[in-house]
């Protein structure tokens, strides 16, 4: 436990240090919303029933480049070689740094909202709502997110495979994840949203800790 | 469309038509492989 | 191995059988050649191993095994007597396993809270002065040179006070201050009963400062015997390649 | 860790596969022919449900493949065996294969049935979420030339890909809760089950013989990758002790 929260610290110090990097993907998903829209057409309630869906695609293809990032300081001196040699066992390692990017891909969520508000005008009641989803479903993003991102980061192609790899993992979050934002923005009469909710637990109960019992696998050469 | 479907041959033709050219066209390349390697291997 | 020396103080020194590294065999693969092929080596607890050997001859390989980095596709590798685990032998290599975007203390930080060690600026501070880097203990890593980097992973092997040192070019990159710096670690590590096992082209120098020594070639062990006869030994490497190239 | 060397190639699988391959065919000859001929044409579906007979031997078979890359991934996880990575490679792209069958046959049965192409069916849109998911892996293999890695990294991603089918499904079933029929009709008439099983056995046959020829290939370039190493030769000969 106490190397998780060395690690979990160590992973906060290189975010904070690296906030820069962090800005440019709060600003690359903010773009991917302006550019959605463009998709569609200004027609404002067609934008205003997209919303949930728009925040989460640019949020998914935001966190390819958070996680890559994850991963780049880690690679450059050897330095998660290095952990390794301390003894530190790679789950530790693995919960750290997914708990970071958890962390990382949340807050650029979080920024991302403003951004969604002015721009598809969503109703305001459910943000509560759906800052609570937002929580749950880059936990589910994360975990796959950080093990293929350790896989991909030691191979050339690793811009082609995070994405091919990650992507059809997190489609149940994807879905969950938009289904339960669109009916808190727009509305939910049946209280769906929370069993939507459960199903984004359910996917965050079986990966955390199956990502993290085969993280070791990924790291050790 | 709860109605009945009337025709529709083609499209039953395509389906196996695809699939039996795609499972004859993985055989042959997985028999010329082999083949080229045995050669390889024999040389 | 007659005309041992006497025994020296330090926890390991009573049971001389003890064997810091019993390797069998041992052989690593890249891609497609073989950078390690079937070395043997047997290391008395707290005695100083120099592994010599051209470029590309596999001493790097053989740390990296030996420290745990690499998993050997071939042999059998105990540490102490008990089969391998990482954290018992430190490796100093190449790649400084540090942040750049972080400072060297910070650096030194995180190794400290991974280890359970009190990180505080006052326990870290003796050991940056002890390695010579003092003064840059808050700089980023990125700045730092070479050899500043060498000093830096050096401070964390000593951080780590694993009972096996592997250090891997230690004197490369250092500056000639540098070098006397090192005779000195290697003494005082010996002195704290310690096992450490150096690669290096210092072939002279280590000759002096080490008990035993191994020669490397195309990954295979070529020789292996007390320090002292090194240099003769690389000589007689030396000749036999000419004269393998001349026929 | 023992890393045993390169599993040898056996001229006795290949043999046996080429038997399977025939026995399959034949068995998809004569189920093929039941099927569109002999069976009577489904009440509402007409023609096109003739179909199934080739669509849910498919689906069967590419479940069927991926679950053994699944048990595959996990045996060279636990045993580091080299013939299950020869195994995973071989059932990852039969299962790939198969699964583009199955989308290919969901689209031509969807066109006539509901008029558009792909309905949003729960079981081929999983399907299609793990087609993408394994060319992934495929790529994976494609780009890692160091053999070890290359079957560790994708036995990892095989084992997530696979551990994330229920979910996917059941997500999907849920987010598609409006299209409740299921796409294929309950096969009643009797006439209608024996081709139908007569085809899955036929395309059992046709994986097996594939997934074991296609891992005889693997096997072989792991032979020539995993080639043991050169016995140590060069000692000098004076000093030194044992």
């Known amino acids: ?96 740094k997914a708990l970071a990017n958890w962390l990382h891909l949340f807050a650029v969520g979080l920024a991302l909202i403003p951004v969604m508000v002015v721009l598809y005008d969503p109703g305001l ?31 050339r192609a690793q811009q082609v495979l995070l994405p091919l790899l990650l992507f059809p993992l997190v489609v149940p979050v994807l879905i969950a994840a938009v289904r339960s934002s669109s009916l808190l923005l727009l509305g939910d009469p049946m209280g ?19 990502c993290g019992l085969l993280f070791g696998h990924v790291i050790e050469e | 469309m709860t109605g009945v479907v009337t025709g529709g041959w083609e499209f039953v033709w395509a389906a196996y038509g695809i699939t039996f050219a795609v499972l004859t066209a993985y055989g042959i390349r997985l028999a010329s492989h082999l083949r080229r390697s045995r050669e390889h291997e024999d040389r | 191995m007659h005309g041992m020396p006497a025994p ?34 047997r290391l008395p607890a707290g005695e100083a191993l120099v592994v010599a050997g051209r470029n590309g001859s596999g001493k790097s390989t053989l740390l990296r ?97 694993a009972p096996i040192l592997l250090l891997d070019e230690p004197y490369g990159q250092l500056d000639p201050p540098g070098f006397g710096w090192i005779d000195r670690l290697v003494r005082e590590l010996r002195e704290e009963g310690k096992t450490v096992v150096l690669a290096s082209h210092q072939v002279e120098r280590l000759s002096r400062l080490c008990d035993r020594a191994l020669l490397l070639e195309g990954g295979q062990r070529v020789w292996a015997g007390p320090a002292a006869e090194l240099p003769a030994a690389f000589d007689r490497l030396e000749e036999v390649r000419s004269k393998a190239v001349a026929v | ?33 039941q099927g569109l001929f002999v069976a009577p044409p489904e009440h509402y579906m007409g023609e096109v449900q003739r179909i199934m007979y080739v669509h849910v031997p498919t689906a069967w078979n590419a479940m069927l493949a991926l679950t053994f ?83 560790v990294w994708s036995s990892v991603a095989t084992v997530v890909a696979y551990a994330s089918v229920p979910i996917v ?33 036929g395309m059992l046959f046709l994986l097996f013989a594939f997934t074991s020829l296609r891992s005889q290939i693997a096997r072989r370039r792991l032979a020539a990758e995993l080639a043991p190493p050169p016995a140590p030769t060069a000692t000098l000969a004076t000093g030194g002790e044992r």
């Open chain 1, 1 to 96: 436990m106490r190397v998780v929260r060395a690690a979990f610290r160590k992973d906060l110090l290189l975010s904070w240090r690296g906030r820069a990097q962090g800005m440019a993907v709060v600003v690359f998903g903010a773009t991917l919303l302006l550019l959605l829209s463009f998709a569609v057409g200004p027609n404002a309630t067609t934008l205003r029933q997209l919303a949930g869906g728009f925040l989460w695609v640019a949020l998914l293809f935001s966190s390819t480049l958070a996680l890559t990032e994850s991963f780049r300081l880690e690679r450059e001196h050897r330095a998660i070689e290095g952990l390794l040699l301390l003894g530190a066992h790679p789950a530790a390692i693995f919960y750290g």
């Open chain 1, 125 to 155: 009641s459910g943000i509560g709502g759906l800052i609570g989803i937002l929580a749950l479903g880059t936990a589910g993003i994360s975990a796959p997110g950080t093990l293929h991102a350790g896989l991909a980061s030691q191979i």
């Open chain 1, 192 to 210: 769906q949203a929370r069993s939507w909710a459960l199903l984004l637990l359910a996917f965050n109960g079986i990966f955390w800790p199956l």
């Open chain 3, 8 to 41: 020296r103080t330090g926890p390991h020194a009573m049971n001389e059988t003890l064997l810091a590294i019993e390797a069998r065999g041992l052989s690593k693969r890249y891609g497609r050649n073989w950078a390690l092929v079937g070395v043997d080596l």
């Open chain 3, 65 to 161: 095994v030996l420290a745990g980095s690499l998993r050997p596709d071939r042999g059998e590798l105990r540490l102490l007597g008990e089969p391998h685990r990482k954290g018992r032998a430190s490796l100093v290599s190449h790649a400084s396993f540090t942040y750049d975007a972080l400072s060297g203390m910070e650096n030194l930080r995180i190794t400290a809270q991974f280890l359970g060690r009190p990180s505080g600026r006052e326990d870290l501070q003796p050991l940056l002065d002890r390695v010579g880097l003092g003064a840059r203990g808050d700089d980023r890593v990125q700045a730092y040179s070479a050899g500043m980097r060498k000093r830096l992973s050096l401070a964390r092997a000593l951080l780590q006070d």
């Open chain 4, 1 to 33: 860790m023992e890393n045993l060397n390169a599993p040898p190639f056996s001229a006795k699988a290949v043999r046996r596969a080429w038997i399977a391959l025939g026995a399959g065919l034949v068995l998809l000859a004569i189920g093929t022919y």
């Open chain 4, 69 to 151: 890359a699944f048990f595959c991934a996990l045996a060279f996880l636990w045993k580091n065996d080299w013939k299950w990575d020869a195994r995973l490679e071989a059932a990852i792209e039969m299962g790939v294969l198969l699964s583009l069958l199955l989308c290919i046959q969901g689209a031509i049965w969807a066109k006539p049935t509901w008029g558009v192409w792909w309905d949003w069916d729960p079981r081929l849109t999983t399907t299609a979420v793990m087609l993408v998911a394994f060319v992934g892996i495929l790529a994976l293999r494609h780009f890692v030339e160091d053999p070890r890695r290359r079957a």
């Open chain 4, 169 to 201: 499904y059941f997500s999907v079933q849920w987010w598609n809760s409006l299209h409740q029929l299921q796409s294929s009709p309950q096969t009643v008439d009797g006439a209608m089950v024996t081709p139908l099983r007569i085809n899955s056995f």
